[in-house]
């Protein structure tokens, strides 16, 4: 499984993204009542990094690459876990046996669908908690439900950086 770690800086390559989108949204209205344009003009950069930091709409949900092991187990129907077979609950085991549970990679989703059943309860209520709704920035960098800058915070100075 892959090691999720957190980006807490933006490349030139980023800022280039985030410039584009800006440019593009130049006439959208953000929640402070001005658009993206004006926004620039004031230089009120923190107003646009919060507006990149809201749950993208329509929303689109990510995957999660940094589930805690030990949270997924309130998730199990006890009923349908102790009706498994010891393979499959041990198949359970060492999926939550490590420092955390990558449900980016579509093995992982696979396997709570083998394990459990693809119809269980169980099954369903995991993958709800591997899904997080996505911010308007983390959609910009995201294929096939995955965010490359998954939980990055935008501040003021990264939008900043887009107007150099």
């Known amino acids: 499984m892959a090691v999720f770690q957190l980006i807490t800086s933006l490349s030139p390559a980023n800022i280039a993204v985030l410039k584009t989108d800006i440019n593009s949204k130049l006439n959208t209205v953000l929640p402070n009542g001005k658009t993206m344009n004006a926004n620039l003009q004031e230089t009120n950069f923190q107003a646009i990094a919060d507006y990149y930091n809201t749950n993208a709409s329509p929303q689109l949900d990510l995957w999660r ?40 990679a579509a093995q992982v989703r696979t396997n709570f669908a083998t394990i459990l059943g693809a119809a269980s309860v169980s099954t369903t209520n995991l993958t709800a908690q591997a899904k997080k709704i996505a911010t308007n920035f983390e959609k910009l960098f995201t294929v096939s439900n995955v965010s490359s800058m998954y939980k990055y915070i935008v501040n003021a100075d990264d939008i900043d950086a887009t107007s150099r």
Do not use: C, H, R, S
């Not at 876990?81 to 499959?88: C, G, M, P, R």
């Open 65 to 104: 690459p940094d589930l805690n092991p030990k949270d997924l187990n309130k998730y199990l129907v006890m009923t349908e876990f102790q009706a498994l077979t010891v393979q499959k609950q041990n198949g359970w085991f060492a999926i939550i046996g490590g420092n955390e549970v990558d449900a980016t």
